[in-house]
């Protein structure tokens, strides 16, 4: 059956205020100029709203009960969901006060019109039911046949076929002879709806031989002259056709009919029977990519109004096992849940046939395998976080050694330019071979004095450094001063400095001063303390060494840092490192590569 659903909500307070603010004159009310006025097609929302509260106010003050049940139903035609309910409820109350079995039973038929539109189809037929009981007392055949076909289009949703059957066979013979067009309503379309409704029910019972007839039947009907306005209809027999295909087992032949089908329809419905036959025949093709495509119409449905018609259920059975196959975890999840839903909405909603609904689940494994699919993905899903947080940290890495291989190339050019090739490093290195070897036999008998090494000066000593410095309040004499610093370009140019027993009260001695004044000298003059002064010199001369002699750039780090003067390859890497911001093994590995970057 094709049903109009429209939509729109009442607003309570809207009521409430109406009420207060309007006064009705009895003597002057059209309820048709008012009724003309709200079914204006353009009409917008809030106005047909206003319209609709001011209607039934202005009937209630004039007390007329056949205009308050007329204004009930024109306003059920404008809402949905639970407003559309209470409007039902409405007029079956006033259908009950009118009294009359002819009001009452067309209040039930409304009333069942209203619960089938809210997918409430066990309510639907227990109202048209009491509708048909009450008609039969009267001899109004099209109304009875009407509802005839309204009962059987609601069992037909509830599974009951074979009565759904009988009751069509009944009023096809009827509206076939009778099809006028009888106190507004035409009854053509009912003709063309209880013979569409046969031909899926038979379909659906297997009863395949009356069908072609039936759909010829329909055809010829609508090429008549006078019936062109139905050709509307022809895409509903045409799905017919695809849904009879189907139940053959057709399957090629129910795809070309029900895509046609969907392609020809000129209305608003989303016809979703067809897209669940589409699918389905699309499945059973061995085509399931195609019939996922069209089982989506519906989860879209389900998705919007949290139910759809039993029969539909299959499809989503069919979606479960496509993302079981596909092992994707989430959307299986997804689908059983839904199942799990859709068995409580029919368990509720169609208790009637609730136990003769077909289910390839049963709900307890429906219900374990939720259960496991839920541990999988919490699992999963600290799989991925853990996975996320590895892949950030690895990417970091590869930045962070990235930019450390570009600082550290930037660096080793620069190093290599001020360094390798500049024709002098800034010392005297060059008036030695650079072969020359260091020993303590070189030194004056004053360096052997002491036997504190360079990278473990005694704290206190440079704390007494630090301050002596850092006061400025000591004096020296300028020859005294001219003296050590001849001393220190001896001392410099003859690389005693490499002999790794230097200290700081050693070079005094040798340069004929205390340690105060020669640490006030060297902070003074080479703008550093004992300790860097040392360290400065060896590392330059390190520099120097790999520049003028290519064999010293194959020696290790520990028998380099013992030719620069370092007592440790520890102490001279450390140091190196911080001097140059690279290590020496990287220097020595890109001068050897000659790479100047």
Same mark, same amino acid.
């Given at each position: 059956?094709?049903?109009?659903?429209?939509?729109?909500?009442?607003?309570?307070?809207?009521?409430?205020?109406?009420?207060?603010?309007?006064?009705?004159?009895?003597?002057?009310? %059209?309820?048709?100029?008012?009724?003309?006025?709200?079914?204006?097609?353009?009409?917008?929302?809030?106005? @047909?709203?206003?319209?609709?509260?001011?209607?039934?106010? %202005?009937?209630?003050?004039?007390?007329?009960?056949?205009?308050?049940?007329?204004?009930?139903?024109?306003?059920?035609?404008?809402?949905?969901?639970?407003?559309?309910?209470?409007?039902?409820?409405?007029?079956?109350? /006033?259908?009950?006060?009118?009294?009359?079995?002819?009001?009452?039973?067309?209040?039930?038929?409304?009333?069942?019109?209203?619960?089938?539109?809210?997918?409430?189809?066990?309510?639907?037929?227990?109202?048209?039911?009491?509708?048909?009981?009450?008609?039969?007392?009267?001899?109004?055949?099209?109304?009875?046949?009407?509802?005839?076909?309204?009962?059987?289009?609601?069992?037909?949703?509830?599974?009951?076929? *074979?009565?759904?059957?009988?009751?069509?066979?009944?009023?096809?013979?009827?509206?076939?002879?009778?099809?006028?067009?009888?106190?507004?309503?035409?009854?053509?379309?009912?003709?063309?709806?209880?013979?569409?409704?046969?031909?899926?029910?038979?379909? @659906?019972?297997?009863?395949?031989?009356?069908?072609?007839?039936?759909?010829?039947?329909?055809?010829?009907?609508?090429?008549?002259?006078?019936?062109?306005?139905?050709?509307?209809? =022809?895409?509903?027999?045409?799905?017919?056709?695809?849904?009879?295909?189907?139940?053959?087992?057709?399957?090629?032949?129910?795809?070309? =009919?029900?895509?046609?089908?969907?392609?020809?329809?000129?209305?608003?419905?989303?016809?979703?029977?067809?897209?669940?036959?589409?699918?389905?025949?699309?499945?059973?093709?061995?085509?399931?990519?195609?019939?996922?495509?069209?089982?989506?119409?519906?989860?879209?449905?389900?998705?919007?109004?949290?139910?759809?018609?039993?029969?539909?259920?299959?499809?989503?059975?069919?979606?479960? $096992?496509?993302?079981?196959?596909?092992?994707?975890?989430?959307?299986?999840?997804?689908?059983?849940?839904?199942?799990?839903? =859709?068995?409580? /909405?029919?368990?509720?909603?169609?208790?009637?046939?609730?136990?003769?609904?077909?289910?390839?689940? #049963?709900?307890?494994?429906?219900?374990?395998?939720?259960?496991?699919?839920?541990?999988?993905?919490? *699992?999963? @899903?600290?799989?991925?976080?853990?996975?996320?947080?590895?892949?950030?940290?690895?990417?970091?890495?590869?930045?962070?050694?990235?930019?450390?291989?570009?600082?550290?190339?930037?660096?080793?050019?620069?190093?290599?330019?001020?360094?390798?090739?500049?024709?002098?490093?800034?010392?005297?290195?060059?008036?030695?071979?650079?072969?020359?070897?260091?020993?303590?036999?070189?030194?004056?008998?004053?360096?052997?004095?002491?036997? *504190?090494?360079?990278?473990?000066?005694?704290?206190?000593?440079?704390?007494?450094?630090?301050?002596?410095?850092?006061?400025?309040?000591?004096?020296?004499?300028?020859?005294?001063?001219?003296?050590?610093?001849?001393?220190?370009?001896?001392? $410099?140019?003859?690389?005693?400095?490499?002999?790794?027993?230097?200290?700081?009260?050693?070079?005094?001695?040798?340069?004929?001063?205390?340690?105060?004044? =020669?640490?006030?000298?060297?902070?003074?003059?080479?703008?550093?303390?004992?300790?860097?002064?040392?360290?400065?010199?060896?590392?330059?001369?390190?520099?120097?060494?790999?520049?003028?002699?290519?064999?010293?750039?194959?020696?290790?780090?520990?028998?380099?840092?013992?030719?620069?003067?370092?007592?440790?390859?520890?102490?001279?890497?450390?140091?190196?490192?911080?001097?140059? #911001?690279?290590?020496?093994?990287?220097?020595?590995?890109?001068?050897?590569?000659?790479? @100047?970057?």
């Amino acid at each position: 059956m094709i049903k109009i659903y429209t939509t729109t909500i009442i607003f309570l307070l809207s009521l409430t205020f109406f009420h207060s603010q309007r006064k009705t004159d009895i003597n002057n009310f %059209d309820f048709n100029l008012i009724k003309s006025k709200i079914t204006k097609p353009n009409l917008r929302s809030t106005e @047909r709203k206003k319209l609709i509260l001011e209607l039934i106010l %202005d009937v209630k003050k004039i007390n007329d009960k056949n205009l308050l049940y007329d204004s009930y139903a024109l306003a059920s035609q404008y809402t949905t969901g639970r407003e559309q309910l209470k409007y039902g409820d409405s007029i079956l109350m /006033v259908g009950k006060i009118i009294g009359t079995d002819a009001k009452i039973a067309d209040a039930y038929i409304a009333k069942g019109m209203i619960l089938s539109t809210n997918k409430d189809f066990v309510s639907s037929l227990d109202s048209y039911l009491k509708a048909y009981d009450l008609l039969k007392k009267g001899k109004n055949s099209y109304m009875i046949n009407n509802l005839e076909y309204n009962i059987a289009d609601t069992k037909n949703y509830l599974g009951m076929h *074979e009565e759904a059957r009988t009751s069509l066979q009944k009023t096809i013979a009827f509206f076939r002879l009778h099809h006028d067009k009888v106190d507004g309503t035409d009854y053509r379309l009912y003709y063309m709806y209880s013979l569409i409704s046969l031909i899926d029910t038979n379909s @659906r019972t297997g009863k395949f031989g009356d069908n072609t007839n039936l759909i010829n039947e329909g055809k010829n009907f609508i090429s008549v002259k006078q019936n062109a306005d139905l050709e509307t209809l =022809l895409p509903y027999l045409t799905s017919s056709e695809g849904m009879q295909a189907y139940y053959q087992k057709n399957y090629r032949h129910a795809i070309k =009919l029900l895509t046609k089908s969907l392609s020809t329809y000129n209305d608003q419905w989303n016809h979703s029977n067809d897209y669940f036959f589409l699918g389905m025949s699309y499945w059973e093709n061995g085509e399931q990519d195609k019939g996922i495509k069209a089982f989506a119409v519906l989860d879209e449905e389900l998705n919007k109004n949290g139910k759809i018609d039993p029969k539909f259920r299959s499809a989503f059975e069919k979606l479960y $096992e496509y993302y079981q196959k596909k092992e994707d975890k989430i959307k299986q999840f997804e689908y059983i849940d839904k199942l799990l839903m =859709l068995h409580k /909405v029919y368990e509720k909603e169609y208790k009637q046939i609730f136990p003769h609904l077909k289910t390839k689940y #049963e709900i307890d494994k429906l219900n374990r395998e939720k259960q496991n699919l839920s541990t999988s993905l919490k *699992e999963q @899903r600290y799989f991925n976080l853990f996975l996320i947080v590895l892949s950030t940290l690895l990417l970091l890495g590869l930045f962070y050694s990235i930019l450390r291989s570009y600082r550290r190339k930037k660096q080793y050019k620069k190093l290599y330019e001020t360094y390798i090739l500049q024709n002098s490093t800034g010392s005297s290195f060059e008036e030695e071979s650079v072969d020359h070897e260091i020993s303590s036999d070189n030194f004056d008998e004053k360096f052997v004095d002491d036997k *504190e090494e360079l990278d473990e000066i005694d704290e206190d000593e440079l704390e007494e450094e630090e301050i002596l410095t850092s006061s400025g309040t000591m004096l020296i004499n300028q020859t005294l001063e001219k003296q050590v610093l001849d001393k220190l370009s001896s001392f $410099e140019k003859s690389r005693k400095f490499l002999n790794p027993e230097v200290s700081l009260k050693s070079l005094a001695v040798y340069c004929g001063t205390n340690t105060a004044y =020669l640490s006030k000298i060297i902070n003074s003059h080479k703008k550093c303390n004992f300790k860097t002064y040392m360290v400065n010199l060896r590392l330059t001369y390190t520099m120097y060494l790999w520049k003028s002699n290519a064999a010293s750039r194959m020696l290790s780090i520990q028998e380099i840092a013992t030719k620069s003067g370092f007592s440790t390859a520890q102490s001279f890497s450390k140091n190196f490192l911080i001097k140059y #911001e690279v290590s020496p093994k990287y220097f020595i590995q890109q001068l050897n590569k000659n790479q @100047r970057l």
